[in-house]
């Protein structure tokens, strides 16, 4: 009896431990990734040139270009994109809302500081691609968004639960200003003068999902963007096709780039996907990047 008791006991003791290092461990996780996400950073100042009506327009074509349609959504106006349960819900802010009660200064830092008008770190929002923008580019880009009809509700940004929070903590997530550098540092392949403009075009689109300096990345998890020296055994034509309609010689279902060319790349002009194409061709010549990876499913 005596000794049963004393089992009991020990149990007791190694229960009430172990809790004590679960709570301490949640206590650390939402510490740490509080002080992440509730840090606020300087931004460096924003010189916007002013935008004439050209300029203006040409805002409009590059937010569909650029992506900001295909998450900001309809009018810009915000919207709910995916929940990962228990690890985050991305709300993606209404811009035209978010414009009327911010200055130029504050929504130039959010496009390509990663630092949001709070001066927040942004995580989604790739801002560390769009590091690669100019001054007249980002002007046109807020001129474009303060240019539209006000409207829509006001929406929170991201909202963190407890597996996303442990990510954070333990450093999986990097912020935008985290992914900076790589973005910096890492360019595509210079292939000369006569194909410069395409590769600056290749730069600030393709490298969202094709990696930084365009050899191949995971974009999000299990869905793999090739490097793109695979377009070098394009044609043309065949890469033509591909930039309007998302679809590959072989008629193969390309899920994500089938609506990167629906929603986005359709909006280059004919001269500019032949620019592209010539660079990739040039770049190809000289670069392999490693094979592409596939999904296991
Ligand atoms: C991949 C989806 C995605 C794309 C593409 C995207 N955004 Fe965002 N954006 C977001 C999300 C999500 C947030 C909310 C905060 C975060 O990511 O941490 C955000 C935040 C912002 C903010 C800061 C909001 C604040 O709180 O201050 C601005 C400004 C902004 N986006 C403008 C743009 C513009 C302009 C473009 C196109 C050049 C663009 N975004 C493209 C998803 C995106
Ligand atoms: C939103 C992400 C995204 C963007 C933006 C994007 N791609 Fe892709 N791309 C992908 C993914 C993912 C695949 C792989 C699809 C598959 O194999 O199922 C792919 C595949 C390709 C392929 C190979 C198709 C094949 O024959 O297998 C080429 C070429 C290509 N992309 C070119 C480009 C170019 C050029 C741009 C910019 C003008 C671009 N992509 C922008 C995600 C993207």
Redesign the pocket.
Known sequence: MRKALRWFGWTVVCLVGLLAIALLFAFWVWFFSARLLGATHEAAPERLPAVDATQLAEGGRQARILGCYSCHGEGLRGRMMFEAPNVVRVWVPNLVELAARTTDQQLAQGIRQGIGHDGRALYVMPSALYSRLNEAEVAALVAYIRSLPPGGDRLSNLEWGPIGRFALAMGGFPSQRDRMEEFRTRLPFDAGPATAFGRRL?SL??A???APDLSGDE?MPD????G?S??GA?SRDQFRV??RTGR?PGGRD????RE?ALN??RHYTDAEIDQ?YDY?QARARRVTDPPPRTSQR
């Not at 390309?254 to 780039?257: A, H, R, T, W, Y």
């Open positions: 290749v689109q393709c969202g999902c094709h974009s869905v793999f963007s090739p793109l695979i377009a394009y591909l930039m590959p390309l899920g994500m780039m990167a986005e790349l592209i990739l």
